[in-house]
Each structure stands twice: as C-alpha cells, then as structure tokens.
C-alpha cells in the first residue's frame, strides 16, 4: 500500500486525549462450548469497595483497570450481535470507574476490523489497546506507553513481555533504544524473545489501519494475510497491520516489561490455569 493513502501526521503537541479501545466480538471458537462471554468468564476475586467481601472478577475487568490506573476516563467495546452479557455486566463502567460505551456490529474479518469501526468515534484520540483475553503485568503498563510514546512521537508503541513459545505470537525486533524494526508472525524458530500483549497509538495509525482495510492492495491478498499461520482462527491478525505500518514508515516504539507474566484465556489450559491462580489470590 502507498503511503499517500496515510493520513498527515498528526502532532504529538497538545496530547489528544487517550481512550480505551477493546475488541470483544470474538466467538471464542478455542473454548466452545462455552457458557458466557469469555470477557465476562469470573477468573478471580477482588473484595467489593462496599462490602470488603470478595467478589468475582471478570477477564476483561483486569484490562479496564488498566486503564483507569493510567488516567483514562472512557472506553469502547465493540461487541458482536448477541454478546448482551458483557454490557449487561459491565453496564455504563461504575464496576471499574470508566465511562464505557458499546458499539454492536454483525460480523468481522477479525481484530482489526473489529477495532476500525470505532474509526468514526476514535479518530481524533489516542488508543490504548488490548485484548479483554490476555491477561498480562504490569498495573501501570499503559501509563509507561503513554509516557513513551508522549517522550518518542511514536506512531504506535508495543508493551512487549518475554514469551514462552513463540509459535503462536507475535514476536517483535527492536534496537536499544526500543525502536522496532520488525514483527515476525508466529515464527516456527527465532532468537527474538519478546512479543507484544498491548498498545497504544497516535491518530495516525488508526487512520493507517482505516485505509488499509479498505486499500485495494489489501482486498487482493486477503486470502494470505488472514490465515491461521497468522491467527488461530484464520482471521485477519493486528501483527498484519503493524508489519504494513512499518512497512510504509510509520514509527513504533517499545516498552519492555521484563519479569511480567501475561497469559492469553482463549485456550481451555490457559482458562484452567488462570481460575487456579487468580482464584486463589
């Protein structure tokens, strides 16, 4: 895709406000059946501000609270048709003290599709990003990538953890200074280490992520850059749009969080493994 079709950069002068982007329209294929949400699935407690009794805590909350602990204010969900469970849950946000609001789409070719049609909502901010089934350290990660990329003027920055296998992530090239200079998709072998578990961007890369949904060079080659090499579930993957970025040359940074478990809920073990270890906190 061009660079012509990305938007001007947008000055990092003046901070556009940061707001919370979730994409939660997944059918959680890896763990049907299931009885709910996997976003509202109980994988913990935490002791309600009331009562001080404990009381259960839903995957997603662990990433609003994220949120909150960086100052932001508001965040949307895009949930799937029939997903009434998580805004009956979670309602207008006073359970995790941020504004939320919903928007409901039919279908999606995958995350990015899923997080582009806040476009018209989100266009002039800058996103936190994360996905509601990873659960990841530390408490203050978006406030450190906020800061980087205040510090930086990056387009994008990436809250990177050591990974276990790095077969099935996205694992990311940085120089010392943590500018990345490449994401390798799922590789079968690397000596990279590290992987991304949550962003955040400038205005410019969703303007990015808009046009190329919707470039021709993008509709041509879907069939192989949606595939299950790239995602489990053969959609379209954001590691796809972030290589292009990089491609085009668009800046991203890096915060590394070393010492930081994270832990991805979409698999039947990984859900197991989460109740036991949250559940006994």
């Not at 010392?176 to 690397?190: F, H, L």
């Not at 979409?266 to 559940?279: D, I, S, W």
Request: hydrophobic fraction near 40%; glycine fraction near 8%; charged fraction near 25%.
């Amino acid at each position: 895709m061009r660079s012509s079709t990305v938007a001007p950069e947008s000055s990092v002068q003046g901070f556009p406000e940061v707001v919370g982007l979730i994409p939660a329209a997944g059918q959680a294929t890896r763990l049907q059946p299931f009885p709910c949400s996997k976003e509202v699935y109980p994988v913990g407690f935490a002791p309600d501000e009331k009562s001080g009794l404990p009381r259960p805590k839903v995957a997603a909350q662990y990433l609003l609270e994220k949120f909150r602990v960086a100052g932001i204010t508001k965040a949307f969900l895009v949930i799937r048709d029939g997903k009434w469970d998580i805004p009956r849950y979670f309602r207008e946000g006073d359970l995790v003290g941020l504004s939320l609001a919903y928007l409901v789409i039919a279908g999606s070719l995958g995350p990015p599709d899923t997080i582009d049609r806040a476009y018209p909502f989100l266009a002039q901010n800058r996103v936190a990003f994360g996905f509601p089934d990873i659960l990841f350290g530390p408490e203050d990660a978006y406030a450190r990538m906020i800061r980087r990329q205040e510090e930086t003027g990056a387009d994008v920055v990436l809250g990177l953890h050591r990974i276990e296998d790095s077969r099935v992530w996205d694992m990311v090239d940085c120089d010392e200074g943590g500018r990345v200079r490449d994401i390798v998709m799922k590789p079968a072998s690397t000596t990279l280490t590290d992987g991304w578990c949550c962003a955040v961007w400038t205005p410019r890369f969703s303007a990015f992520l808009h046009e190329f949904l919707r470039a021709d060079e993008t509709k041509r080659n879907m069939s192989r850059l949606a595939n299950r090499a790239n995602d489990p579930s053969g959609d379209l993957a954001v590691g796809v749009v972030l290589q292009a970025a990089l491609k085009t040359g668009l800046m991203l940074q890096s915060v590394t969080f070393p010492g930081e478990r994270y832990l991805d809920i979409g698999t039947p073990e990984n859900l197991l493994k989460a109740v036991r270890e949250f559940g006994a906190q």
